[in-house]
Structure formats: structure tokens, C-alpha cells
């Protein structure tokens, strides 16, 4: 299996949420089958299927982060000393060349991207284009709606 990139922020969070599935959603879903049970047939009790559904995402949801946690190659963006080049991690200020906007954007992991904070995934079409590029470099993006070009003002690695 090949290593999945992510900050430590993202990491803190997958762990906090498998903590939560372990510790509160788990022993509560096994409680609401237990409760389910003690109704009597369970070929018509729609709180004891409801209850083994929930159970059945919840344990997905524990081996699909244990899985990531497993693969995860975690990024410290602060440790980073990329030269002024757009890596991983790094936090990128840029002009929209069309609209003279100035947008900020991190390049995070899959799992992590909030387009909503200025996190854009490793895997997104425009982190592509930015990756390798500097301060001054202007970054071609195939957008939907035709050709979008971002100069890059500034990399940092916060």
C-alpha cells in the first residue's frame, strides 16, 4: 500500500474522530441493540435493523481511518524547507490574473480539503498546477469555464 499524504492537522483529526467512533458512537449503538433485542422478534423490529445498520457504518468508518491512519505519511508544513517551491503542505498566496483577486490556499490531503478554509487537495486541478512553481511563476489551471491563470505571490510553509 503506498503512503497517503497528510498534515498533522488532518491526522489530529481523523484521530479525534476514530477516538469518538470507538469510544461514544460504538458502545451506544451496541447498547441500542441490546435495547432492540429486548423488545422480542427481531424479524419486525425496525429499531434493532436501524441499530445494526448504524453498527455496520460505524465499523466501516473505524477500518477505513485505521486504514488511512496505517498509510498515512504525516507532514509537518513548518518543518518543510522547500526552497520557495509549492509542495505539500505549503500555504499559497496568489492573484487571480483575470479578476485582480488575491486568494489563499494550503495543499492538503485528500481527506482534509475545505474549499470553504483555503485548503485545496494534493489531488485537485489546480494544486497540480502549482506544485514545483515559486514566487513570480504563474500557474495555468483548466477550469471549467475555460483557462484561469494565478500568479503566485508568495509560499509559505506555516
Known amino acids: ?34 435495547e432492540a433485542r429486548a423488545q422480542g422478534d427481531l424479524s419486525e423490529n425496525a429499531e434493532y435493523d436501524a441499530a445494526k445498520d448504524k453498527q455496520g457504518f460505524i465499523e466501516g468508518r ?31 498566496e496568489m492573484e487571480i490574473e483575470a479578476t485582480g483577486d488575491v486568494v489563499t490556499y494550503q495543499i492538503v490531503g485528500d481527506d482534509e480539503a475545505d474549499l470553504k478554509h483555503g485548503l485545496i487537495s494534493i489531488s485537485s486541478p489546480i494544486a497540480r498546477a502549482l506544485i514545483g512553481k515559486e514566487a513570480g511563476d504563474v500557474a495555468s489551471v483548466q477550469a471549467p469555464g475555460g483557462v484561469r ?10
Open 1 to 34: 500500500m503506498s503512503t497517503i499524504p497528510i498534515t498533522t492537522r488532518g491526522a489530529e483529526k481523523l484521530k479525534e474522530e476514530l477516538h469518538r467512533l470507538k469510544h461514544v458512537e460504538r458502545p451506544a449503538v451496541v447498547q441500542a441493540i441490546a
Open 62 to 92: 473505524i477500518a477505513e481511518i485505521e486504514g488511512k491512519l496505517s498509510a498515512a505519511q504525516i507532514i509537518h508544513p513548518a518543518d518543510l524547507d522547500a526552497g520557495g517551491r509549492v509542495v505539500f503542505g505549503s500555504t499559497i
Open 149 to 158: 491563470n494565478y500568479e503566485i505571490i508568495e509560499v509559505r510553509y506555516i
